[in-house]
């Protein structure tokens, strides 16, 4: 049996030994690495910045837009709000109107306008017509007459819308050959109202 003694130095491990040239080879690799790895790093950046900065310009515009939303949606409250004070005011000025009118204005009574009709119709200018009835009542005025002459009435009617009291819109114009002389033309005109606003 053969013994074999390791403490011998033919049997221990060789040391290793580096030399320049394969130091320089690993340095070079090593900077060759750490340059391209900058590089993919400064590219990486360069784009996270230039998407940081395309999102800056487009948040700032949203952020202005907002604010000239705000500013229009402000407006827009103030002038609503301007608009219905002013509704509210003139609504106060027409009560104003109103009541000044009420105040200024006495309320004629029924004789007074019963009086100022009599005295209007006898002002009118009739021309071969005469009035044979005279109906007045709170709302409407009748008038019945006679006449020579069929245009003479479109002329009177015309006449009347002269005259306040008188200036009315009649219901019916009814107009009759006389039974007892043919010669006379009777008329009606029939619930003369005002109209609105007098």
């Known amino acids: 049996m053969q013994r074999v003694n390791f403490y011998f130095d033919e049997y221990k491990p060789k040391p290793l030994s580096f030399n320049s040239q394969f130091a320089l080879s690993i340095f070079a690799l090593t900077f060759i690495g750490l340059i391209v790895i900058g590089s993919i790093l400064s590219v990486e950046k360069s784009d996270m910045e230039k998407r940081l900065a395309e999102k800056q310009v487009r948040f700032a515009k949203l952020q202005t837009e907002i604010t000239q939303l705000t500013q229009k949606l402000k407006q827009d409250s103030e002038i609503q709000a301007l608009e219905i004070e002013l509704n509210n005011s003139l609504k ?12 200024k204005t006495p309320q004629k009574s029924q004789s007074d306008i019963y009086s100022q009709i009599l005295q209007e119709l006898s002002e009118r200018k009739a021309d071969s017509i005469w009035l044979t009835e005279i109906n007045i ?3 409407n005025l009748s008038l019945h007459g006679t006449t020579t002459k069929t245009d003479s009435i479109p002329r009177y ?42």
């Open 92 to 103: 106060m000025l027409n009560q104003y109107r109103k009541v000044i009118g009420l105040v």
């Open 137 to 139: 009542d709170a709302q």
């Open 157 to 198: 009617v015309d006449e009347l819308k002269d005259a306040s009291s008188l200036k009315r819109q009649f219901d019916e114009l009814q107009i009759t050959r006389d039974g007892k002389n043919n010669r006379l033309i009777n008329f009606s005109l029939i619930n003369g109202k005002k109209f609105d606003g007098q």
